[in-house]
């Protein structure tokens, strides 16, 4: 059985746009690759209705994940209603066992939108109750006994909600992939005129690129690249679980900079303290 990845986006293309790059890769390594789009994008259109657009992102999000050569798994909402609540995780949490992922890619926890943040929450959360018998999946299934690895991708233009840059843990080399990654963008045909307009994207996949550009320029070493933190392990995994890092080998570069934010601090030694301070004890 091979072994399973699996990427949990907001909407239709988030998945192509910050985490397709590592997916393409662990699918040239003989992993199999999975990719959900919690909303529907039902809000993603300047001039055609709610349903209408739904049904035309559904196909690009299906034909995209068909492109990457992974399963395509079909949303649960509508676009602004991601809420963490119990409702949707149940429903996803129903997905997370019947994939059963030793990777979980997902979003940045800080971004610059709800909807994204939401879509992370909801992910953690029903890759942690995977294993918990007592919670109730809409529909049943049974629980998933698997050791697994959560990685969060950078947050959109690399930057948090209040514009401060986000460094990576690491960053995952995807040059060889990237034209593979712009391809699978680019079945999101609707979205370039949609963000043009909402959002000021003056080119789509351009964007995308940039993106990946800076993160290799700070890579100090990759043209262009993804980059990832790995959530906490407890209820995960053991604490030596790096499926991704160990699987991806060299193309995987640890940010110093960010590791080091992770040591403990080393102890204060007291200060020395006079002859004279002594003596006044």
């Not at 909303?39 to 209408?52: I, K, R, T, Y």
């Not at 991601?82 to 890619?105: G, H, N």
Request: charged share 25%.
């Amino acid at each position: 059985m091979p072994r399973r990845a699996f990427a949990v986006g907001a909407h239709p293309d988030d998945i192509e746009f910050f985490m397709a790059g590592t997916m393409l890769l662990l699918k040239r390594q003989g992993w199999e690759i999975h990719f959900m789009n919690i909303a529907s994008g039902h809000c993603g259109s300047v001039d055609l209705p709610g349903p209408e657009i739904a049904g035309v992102r559904r196909g690009e999000a299906a034909r995209a994940a068909q492109r990457a050569g992974a399963v395509w798994h079909p949303p649960l909402v509508d676009d602004l209603d991601i809420f963490y609540e119990k409702t949707t995780l149940a429903r996803l949490a129903a997905v997370m066992r019947e994939v059963a992922p030793e990777i979980l890619l997902v979003h940045s926890p800080q971004d610059y939108m709800e909807d994204h943040m939401n879509a992370c929450r909801l992910a953690v959360t029903a890759a942690f109750a995977r294993g918990m018998k007592n919670f109730a999946t809409d529909p049943p299934r049974p629980v998933a006994e698997v050791q697994m690895a959560v990685y969060h991708a950078q947050p959109h233009s690399n930057r948090g909600p209040l514009r401060r840059p986000v460094l990576p843990e690491f960053y995952v080399d995807i040059a060889s992939v990237l034209e593979d990654k712009a391809a699978c963008l680019a079945q999101h045909r609707s979205q370039k005129r949609w963000l043009d307009a909402s959002q000021g994207m003056d080119s789509y996949l351009e964007n995308m690129r940039g993106m990946g550009r800076e993160l290799g320029r700070w890579s100090g070493r990759f043209s262009s690249a993804e980059g990832w933190r790995r959530h906490h392990p407890a209820g995960y995994g053991g604490p030596d679980f790096e499926p991704l890092r160990a699987e991806l080998g060299q193309l995987c570069l640890a940010n110093a900079a960010y590791l080091k934010t992770l040591a403990p601090p080393l102890p204060r030694r007291p200060a020395r303290r006079s002859p004279q301070q002594r003596r006044k004890r």
